[in-house]
């Protein structure tokens, strides 16, 4: 089973940047290819949304809430996703989980000041 490490978050003034990473280890680099991966965000007393996601073939998706501003990428030597996320809003607060074949990681704290 896969195990997946998100790092990155924090807290930062509105309209500053955070850029969250996604480590994924036991798994082979061709079932880290050939499979999607996303990042979702949950707040409390929500469901948890997806935020961004990219399939095998790079055709990336994201809310609409976060066009514009978040970038989603990976790395495939590294097995590591990536979400750069720039003129952050308070809105953008909450838990940012990765998500990759069916298993998370422990989310990353993203906190953002007015």
């Known amino acids: 089973q896969a195990q997946l490490v998100e790092s990155g978050g924090g807290l930062v003034e509105e309209g500053g940047s955070l850029r969250l990473s996604c480590k994924v280890s036991?798994?082979?680099?061709?079932?880290?290819?050939?499979?999607?991966m996303n990042w979702y965000r949950q707040v409390p007393g929500k469901q948890r949304e997806l935020v961004a996601g990219?399939?095998?073939?790079?055709?990336?998706t994201y809310a609409d809430s976060v066009k514009g501003r978040f970038t989603i990428s990976r790395d495939n030597t590294k097995k590591t996703i990536y979400l750069q996320m720039n003129s952050l809003k308070p809105e953008d607060t909450g838990v940012y989980y990765c998500?990759?074949?069916?298993?998370w990681g422990q989310g990353t704290q993203v906190t953002v000041s007015s």
């Open positions: 990219m399939s095998p073939g790079n055709i990336i």
């Open positions: 998500n990759f074949n069916q298993n």
């Open positions: 036991r798994v082979i680099l061709s079932t880290f290819i050939s499979n999607p």
